[in-house]
């Protein structure tokens, strides 16, 4: 642990309050998909993961860990591949600026991003969004200037739980996946982590995942990223 120099943090549910986030926008889009239908939208957001009952999207489901191209073969079965391609990146466009611009930042996470970024880390994101929308979400922000890279499902070969985000952080960096922590709400983020080697697996209860269904993939679990600074300062 005292070798971490680099920190890949998930977005939704880590960086910014799924929640508060993201309901009105995969509301938006499953109304679309229901053609106006409210009972059919409701039926589309509960089979990608929203839980009417308890007012939250479910641990690794669709809507909180895969990517729109998940959402879109979710919805639009019927759909041809070449079309749902089409689909994905009007997807992709809507939810980059929604995103950005409805994001709830979680709190205290930017000043633990800040306090990071001072301590010399180098910081990054690995998300299952796209690259657009993690970008444009990090200037919405104010801490993309603290980032050396965001990678999203469309930026790497194969997305969490695949380890490439990693590598490709490692490429960009020259450090070690033994010196990168990954830093997420969701099993798949810890997936990333045991499969790339990274030196920490560190599981935050800020967004969808449990204590129950992190603690056994990861090296820690912590409330939000705002004890980050702290326990890795403490362990350093």
Known sequence: MRDIR???????????D????????????????????????????????????????????VFAAGTNADIVALWYPQVPPAERAAMTVGFDRFTADEGAAQSVPLPGSREAIAALHAAGFRLGVATNDSTGGAEKTLLALGVAQMFDAAYGYDGVANPKPAPDAIHAFCDLTGLRPSQIAMVGDNRHDLEMAHAAGAGLAVAVLSGTGTRESLAPMADVVLDSIAELPGFLAAKG
């Open 6 to 16: 680099g920190i890949l943090f998930d977005k939704d549910g880590t960086l910014v």
């Open 18 to 61: 799924f929640q508060a986030t993201w309901f009105a926008i995969g509301d938006m889009l499953a109304l679309q998909a229901a053609g106006g239908d409210r009972r059919k939208a409701d039926a589309l957001m509960t089979v990608a993961g929203y839980d009417f009952e308890r007012h939250c999207f479910r641990a690794d489901s």
